[in-house]
């Protein structure tokens, strides 16, 4: 469990320490940590918010948040927040997860969960690999892409891309799904705006909601932080584009965001 427990009745207190982050230069998961700690003061809900991490790059940031975190064992984060929400209906309860761990050894958990609607919200970052152990090949990796268990880049054989966002839209007890993205201040705006939405979506009681971003792994594609945002406008959402998928209200949007 989270070592900076919660203290004081101020539900806006800062939720993101004031000390550097941990992450590769040009990773994108500290812009996401910011965001999603910003949405919780915001909403004033700090007091009542509960994180479950998994295991990835990330697991490290239950350190660097002034609230309630667990780490869950890989894969087992949407399963872990389950049990929790059950037991606290009264909490706001959430996942942070990589592709990886969300779409590999926890897509079971994931699907299932979403099809009983239960009254979570989990956070997928995707950023094509996995991030932690090597940069290998992820549910996520585009084809031709070069990791380090597809030097060559991934061929059909490798099986083709995930689409996550676009699976759960399909379920009826999904309340809010959306894919946003962190390589523009623009799209920054608005993943921020997508993790309020899913946020709200769950305190209102409207189901299973999930927002997926995509974010930028310089390090594993060998490439400038400069040079690995513009990898995502020009390769990843092109492949992974961003939408809201649907609304709590069931509605379907058309158009991108």
């Known amino acids: 469990m989270n070592q900076n427990p919660v203290k004081g009745k101020n539900p806006n207190r800062p939720v993101l320490l004031d000390k550097p982050l941990p992450y590769c230069p040009g990773c994108g998961h500290g812009i996401i940590n910011r965001l999603l700690s910003e949405a919780i ?7 009542k918010s509960i994180g479950v991490v998994g295991i990835g790059c990330y697991t490290i940031m239950h350190k660097y948040l002034k609230m309630d975190t667990f780490c869950a064992l890989h894969g087992r984060a949407v399963a872990v927040s389950t049990g929790i929400k059950r037991s606290r209906p009264e909490n706001v309860v959430f996942t942070y997860q990589g592709d990886g761990d969300c779409a590999a050894i926890g897509m079971g958990e994931l699907v299932h969960a979403a099809g009983r609607g239960e009254n979570i919200t989990v956070i997928m970052v ?6 932690m152990t090597g940069g290998q090949m ?8 070069k990791t380090s268990t597809t030097p060559l880049g991934r061929e059909p054989r490798n099986g083709a891309p995930l689409h996550v966002p676009e699976i759960l839209s399909a379920i009826d007890c999904t309340g ?13 705006r608005k ?7 899913a946020f709200q979506t769950q305190i209102q009681e409207k189901g299973f909601s999930f927002v997926e971003i995509v974010s930028q792994c310089p390090t594993h594609l ?36």
């Open 41 to 47: 003061s915001e909403l004033g809900i700090r007091e």
């Open 126 to 131: 995707n950023n094509g690999v996995y991030g």
């Open 138 to 145: 992820s549910p996520t990796t585009l084809m031709g892409q």
């Open 176 to 188: 809010y799904v959306a894919r946003v993205a962190v390589n523009t201040p623009r799209n920054v």
């Open 191 to 197: 993943a921020k705006k997508s993790i309020i939405q």
């Open 222 to 257: 060998r490439l400038s932080p400069v040079e690995a945002v513009d990898w995502v406008e020009d390769q990843m959402i092109s492949e992974h584009r961003l939408r809201v998928f649907k609304t709590a209200k069931g509605d379907k949007w058309k158009k991108g965001l």
